[in-house]
């Protein structure tokens, strides 16, 4: 069987994020000739319907239309590469660099807060025994002063 003719009809309808939307429609048909390869000619067809349908919903006269039309390239978080349709944020080996990553700051956090904490109690420890030697004096001074003092 020899295929004589193809037709194919395209449409996009983008919503204008306001209620409205936007369609764009494109209906080819084309006659085949005897050296003409049916499936070549259809792909050939829809590819060209699809750049007249990108051409016309990206001049939209609304922002939200052309940016729906011609969004950005999605790129890793990480290594702001091309993301493929199954990543969402990260590529899966990203994903696990970041939390490895993240797991590594905390423990250096940790760890600085650790030894911190160690260098705050020692300074505690020294003032206290400077202030309890020197206050061991004082307090006998006071309650001297205290016993001095007539009632
Ligand atoms: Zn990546």
Known sequence: MRVTRISIA??????????????????YSAELGAEDDALDCTQKLLWQARVQLLHTL????????????????????????????????????????MLERRKQ?????????????????????????LAGVASGRDDDEVDDDDEDVPL
């Open 58 to 97: 990206t001049n939209s006269r609304t922002l939200a239309i052309r940016r729906k039309a011609n969004p950005p390239e999605r790129i890793c978080a990480e290594c702001k590469l091309p993301l493929g349709d199954d990543d969402d944020y990260r590529h899966p080996a990203c994903e696990e660099a």
């Open 10 to 27: 395209l449409e996009q309808r983008l919503g204008d994020n306001d209620y409205g939307s936007e369609r764009a429609q494109v209906e």
């Open 105 to 129: 700051q905390e423990e250096e956090r940790r760890a600085r807060y650790e030894a911190d904490r160690k260098q705050r109690d020692a300074e505690y420890q020294r003032q206290r025994e």
